[in-house]
């Protein structure tokens, strides 16, 4: 329900009617005037406003519970500090055009604080902004699912099903904001959404409201006559009315003679073209300048068949608006109908050079009467192309030449002239004052290094609480807004390599190596993020300097030993990793990895050798059990096989892996039944497992069941489509449900995979 015009609008002033008047002049500029008039005051040394002040103050507060040792307040405060000026950041690179630019900012706030209901409005206003009305939409209704008493959430929900034209539910939600945060902007539109819906009583109640609070202004009432031209015919009564009674408030208020001319084309069609002319010509007297009131003057001189008068408003109309392309196309159509063709072309062409649109009424038209005024002067190929372009202009729209708007009998050809934005669409870009444009700029400039610093510092806060993954995304972070920063890097690198992101941590590691070779805590770091990327030949020039190091440590020295094994130095690589054995016959890793080598050279009788000396000295050992378990499958042991699986598998149950492993194992050993349950424990958790499928569908053919063998195998080839094996089985699988035309192609399948690995593909096939 609405409330009364107090309640409604005690806090608006008259400043504020005037400046909705003019709907371009935006909260953009406020906004990085307010933005910029921090930064100023910053230089000198005044009061800089409460929000940035506060900002600021988070900041500060964080550094100060860090060098006290307060970590947890520290990464609370630096937190907010980021989402503020992330927010911050984004408003105003919103405000400055670039909504790409904002758009990820906001989404770098939310991940901080997923949560913050007034950043999750804020970015649904851009998105709305954007015209991505999907993404507003579900933002902001999710926002009210947690919040349905946000009144900035409910005032955007409307806005956003006023432009889906949902205006049932933009009703329900602009009355709500309305009676929780009563505005002028919302009002208007609700009163503009109740004219939609053809409830003019309520629209006559909020506008009273507005005029009783606003004052009987020429200008309120030229605003309510704009809201009820958005209701259609039915409303332009209520239209002209208004507009009436703004020239009655005053006379000589700008284009309030051109609505009122519009108003009544738009109710009365041709039949108000003597009526809407001597309103055109009564405000020239006030606006001698405005290029619509020429052209529509003009528009009405060439469908009375003045073609004198119609020249020459349209000429002036051309030359007010140089960039308008419709003047232009009038012209063209009087000089063809005149004969002069020369000048109809050069109008013509110049309106489509003018034109940024490929289905617009006016430009269709123009195609259709340049292309007869080139047939006319003998260019038969070039006007017939002018007349196809016409006639696909004329299709996508979908309506004759003649056609008019849904309710409104002024026709497409004048909706150049209507000077009110479209409610519900977005204004054009807004131009931003230069000085205001580098006060901006200059301003988040300055905020860069701050954002950098909390980034990294925040990274500091998670590294020294082992989380390392999260560490590794802040010390990203402050990369991306200071590059340059002191120890990013060897934070950065030497994080993602304890959260084991090993090839994130390999660029920032070579970075910070660069410019400190002799850290060896890096160059360790980095040589085993090599190794562990599979790039041996750079894990072996990283050690290369510290090759003393490297045999001082087990781990390191295994990297390298494992390394000349992969790039080719076997028996060097070989000779090490025992050596290492013998230094520390106890270490059950130097066994375990001395294995892997050896398993790697498919040597896996000496593999288990040094997996079981492993594992005697430390049974607890989940992936030895486990790569003892492969080397026995090897090796032709499956029975044994399953008890170093089984082992593997109970001090990880959620390996899948050792599960599939342990299946296969567990078939060979003919203990089938318990083979087939871990196998689909494995399929549930690990959807693309290809081989799982392919184990599954042989145990179900065995069984005969040949359509749940038909299903799996197909999963997997869908998997694995480069699985030979699979394509073969899948074919004995068809062949086995009669399906012999799938069987084979399954084995043509089959038989290109093979020959492709055999290096064979381009031997032809026998008949």
Not at 322 to 335: A, W
Request: net charge negative.
């Amino acid at each position: 329900m609405l409330r009364s015009r107090n309640l409604f609008f005690a806090r608006h002033s008259q400043e504020r009617l005037r400046r909705f008047s003019d709907r371009r002049c935006a909260f953009a500029v406020v906004l990085l005037c307010s933005i910029c008039s921090g930064q100023v005051a910053a230089h000198k040394e005044g009061p800089k406003p409460a929000a940035q002040d506060q900002v600021q103050q988070h900041y500060e507060a964080a550094r100060t519970f860090q060098l006290t040792g307060d970590n947890e307040r520290a990464a609370t405060e630096y937190k907010t500090f980021l989402v503020e000026a992330l927010r911050i950041s984004a408003k105003a690179n919103a405000g400055l055009g670039d909504r790409e630019k904002a758009a990820a900012l906001f989404e770098e706030a939310q991940k901080l604080a997923p949560d913050n209901s007034q950043l999750a409005v804020e970015f649904a206003q851009l998105r709305f902004q954007q015209d991505n009305l999907p993404a507003a939409r579900s933002a902001t209704e999710r926002v009210l699912a947690s919040s349905p008493d946000n009144a900035p959430a409910h005032s955007l929900l409307g806005q956003i099903l006023f432009a889906q034209k949902d205006y049932k539910g933009a009703r329900e939600q602009l009355e709500q904001a309305v009676a929780a945060a009563p505005s002028f902007d919302l009002a208007y539109l609700l009163g503009i959404t109740y004219i939609k819906l053809d409830d003019f009583q309520r629209a006559r109640l909020v506008f009273d409201d507005m005029i009783g609070s606003f004052g009987d202004t020429a200008q309120m009432h030229m605003m309510v006559a704009r809201a009820y031209r958005e209701g259609g015919w039915e409303a332009l009564d209520n239209a002209v009315k208004e507009l009436k009674l703004a020239i009655i408030r005053d006379g000589r208020v700008a284009h309030a003679h051109f609505m009122l001319a519009m108003a009544y084309i738009d109710r009365d069609g041709e039949s108000a073209f003597q009526q809407a002319a001597s309103e055109l010509e009564t405000e020239l007297k006030i606006s001698p300048d405005d290029a619509r009131t020429h052209y529509l003057l003009g528009y009405i001189a060439l469908k009375q068949h003045d073609n004198t008068k119609a020249e020459s408003e349209l000429v002036r109309a051309a030359q007010l608006d140089p960039k308008n392309p419709d003047p232009l196309v009038y012209l063209g159509q009087i000089y063809s109908d005149l004969d002069r063709n020369a000048e109809a072309e050069a109008a013509l062409r110049k309106a489509l050079t003018l034109s940024s649109s490929q289905s617009d009424y006016l430009i269709g038209r123009a195609h259709y009467i340049l292309g007869r005024v080139l047939l006319k002067t003998g260019k038969k190929e070039e006007g017939e192309r002018e007349l196809v372009a016409s006639q696909v202009i004329r299709d996508k729209m979908n309506r004759p030449d003649n056609a008019r708007d849904t309710k409104l009998k002024s026709g497409p050809e004048l909706a150049s002239v209507s000077h009110e934005e479209e409610v519900g669409q977005q204004a054009a870009p807004i131009q931003i004052p230069q000085e205001a444009r580098a006060q901006t700029l200059s301003f988040l400039e300055q905020l860069k290094p701050a954002i950098a610093d909390s980034y990294n510092n925040l990274g500091v806060i998670q590294a020294g609480r082992k989380d390392f993954a999260t560490a590794s995304e802040s010390f990203r972070k402050a990369g991306e807004w200071n590059p340059s920063l002191e120890t990013l890097d060897r934070n950065w690198g030497l994080a993602a390599f304890y959260a084991k992101n090993y090839q994130e941590a390999i660029t920032p590691l070579t970075r910070q190596l660069q410019k400190q070779p002799d850290d060896l805590k890096v160059r360790a770091a980095l040589g085993l993020s090599f190794f562990m990327s599979q790039n041996y030949k750079a894990t072996l020039e990283t050690f290369e300097p510290i090759r003393q190091e490297v045999e001082g440590d087990p781990g390191l020295d295994y990297a390298y030993s494992e390394s000349l094994v992969k790039s080719g130095d076997f028996d060097e690589g070989i000779r090490r990793l025992k050596s290492l054995a013998e230094k520390d016959p106890n270490s059950a890793e130097v066994h375990m990895l001395l294995g892997s080598a050896l398993a790697d050279q498919h040597e896996y009788e000496s593999a288990l050798e040094e997996y079981r000396k492993s594992l005697a000295i430390d049974p607890n050992q989940q992936q030895t059990h486990y790569l003892a378990g492969l080397a026995l499958i090897h090796t032709g042991n499956p029975k044994e096989a399953v008890e170093e699986l089984r082992s593997a598998l109970k001090l990880d149950p959620s390996d899948t892996s050792a599960k599939y492993h342990l299946a296969f194992s567990l078939i060979q050993a003919q203990q089938k039944p318990e083979a087939e349950k871990l196998l689909r424990e494995v399929i549930q958790q690990d959807p693309n497992r290809a081989d799982a499928y392919y184990e599954m569908g042989k145990l179900q053919l065995e069984e005969g069941d040949t359509k749940g063998a038909v299903q799996s195998l197909e999963a997997g080839i869908k998997a694995n489509p480069g699985a030979d094996y699979i394509h073969y089985q899948l074919a004995m699988a068809y062949r086995r449900d009669s399906r012999t035309a799938d069987a084979q192609r399954e084995i043509k399948l089959y038989q290109e995979l093979k020959d492709r690995q055999r290096g064979r593909a381009d031997v032809p096939q026998a008949n």
